[in-house]
């Protein structure tokens, strides 16, 4: 950002640290509603087709859609090497439904030759749920990490994957309450890495994007931080 003072100088002054501009992958899948769910909670919502996009945001949302779909797009695109590596750098990234799944080091009942974009370190079970039971909701636990959010998640399924099993360094956020897969694990953090199996932006509950939105402010404010200090001890 740049302003212009009444001597004609330019004065670059960095964005305040809270705006977060936090990318949506819209390649396919349901993006609208994440954009409407992350510009309500205050942050810059964009849509990312682009490599060069991928350099400007400070986090990113990998909607639900067809996660063999989204490989084969991330990949014509040549946006899998810049996504792949800005995760691997630490941008923070959510990923709901097949989101989930791009996320995941590793998937069961891939589609041969399906690549994940991975950093999470789960496998995912792909159509976990089975064709019975193609869609379907509940009201689940969760483990918010927002003191202001508390309560249960009423959570909607659309040909979800689960988590079969998750590293050490995952938290698990939230598991099935009931019915046959009651106990499977459906919402994960790792360090800035966040998945759910369900799909938050249906139906207006904003916690969990706020959840995800707190994690980029606070990545931000860490990068930030970290830029300036050389700048601060040349002026001591
Ligand atoms: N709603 C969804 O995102 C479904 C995910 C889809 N079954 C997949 O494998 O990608």
């Not at 439904?97 to 079970?125: F, H, N, S």
Request: proline share 5%; glycine share 8%.
């Amino acid at each position: 950002m740049s302003t212009t003072t009444t001597s004609g100088e330019t004065v670059t002054q960095p964005a305040p640290a809270q705006t977060v501009r936090i990318g949506v992958l819209a390649v396919q899948g349901d993006v609208r509603e994440h954009l409407a769910a992350l510009t309500a909670l205050g942050a810059e919502a964009v849509t990312v087709r682009r490599p060069s996009e991928v350099e400007q945001i400070d986090g990113l949302v990998i909607p639900g859609g067809e996660s063999t779909v989204m490989d084969k797009l991330v990949r014509a695109f040549e946006l899998r090497e810049p996504l792949v590596r800005r995760i691997a750098e630490g941008m923070p990234a959510y990923g709901s439904c097949a989101g989930m799944i791009m996320l995941a080091d590793r998937i069961v009942d891939a589609r041969p030759d399906q690549q994940t974009l991975g950093g999470l370190d789960v496998t995912v079970r792909r159509n976990a749920f089975g064709r019975q039971v193609d869609s379907f909701e509940q009201d689940l636990e969760y483990v918010w990490s927002d003191p202001d959010s508390s309560g249960t998640v009423h959570a909607v399924f659309i040909r979800a994957p689960w988590v079969e099993e998750a590293g050490a360094d995952v938290q698990v956020l939230a598991r099935v309450s009931e019915g046959a897969a009651a106990g499977r694990i459906v919402a994960v953090r790792q360090g800035n890495l966040m998945a759910t199996s369900f799909h938050p932006e249906v139906g207006g509950d904003r916690r969990i994007h706020a959840e995800f939105v707190s994690i980029v402010r606070a990545h931000r404010l860490q990068q930030s931080g970290a830029s300036q200090s050389p700048e601060r001890e040349d002026t001591a």
